[in-house]
Nanobody, 122 residues
């Protein structure tokens, strides 16, 4: 599967953005999907995940303001980000996996998108 992330940009603190990740292929509904992010000089970190069955998982730091969702008809996963903070600045990556594994571990995911930059100004 190929993943194409979009929706990043520059936003002021307190603002919102919605990221999208469009997947190729006709078996999108079978994939567990996730968002990770990587800030300059830091390791890639888990943000949120949604399983093929619709169960959701969030990093503690984003629980509440961020919402992950999926539209299987459009083969797209979304990340709605509200109340953004400067520390949310990072490149955001979407990832996909057909195997069962820890939702927050990058090792669970086989396919990765190219990333989209999110910059939150103070």
């Amino acid at each position: 599967v190929q993943l194409q992330a979009s929706g990043g940009g520059l936003v002021q603190a307190g603002g919102s953005l919605r990221l999208s990740c469009a997947a190729s292929g006709r078996t999108f509904s079978r994939y567990n999907m996730a968002w990770f992010r990587q800030a300059p000089g830091k390791e890639r970190e888990f943000v949120a995940a949604i399983t093929s069955g619709g169960y959701t998982y969030y990093a503690e730091s984003v629980k509440g303001p961020f919402t992950i969702s999926r539209d299987n008809a459009k083969s797209t996963v979304y990340l709605q980000m509200n109340s953004l903070k400067p520390e949310d600045t990072a490149v955001y990556y979407c990832a996909a996996s057909q195997i069962y594994g820890a939702p927050s571990s990058p090792l669970t995911y086989t396919y990765w998108g190219q990333g989209t930059q999110v910059t939150v100004s103070s």
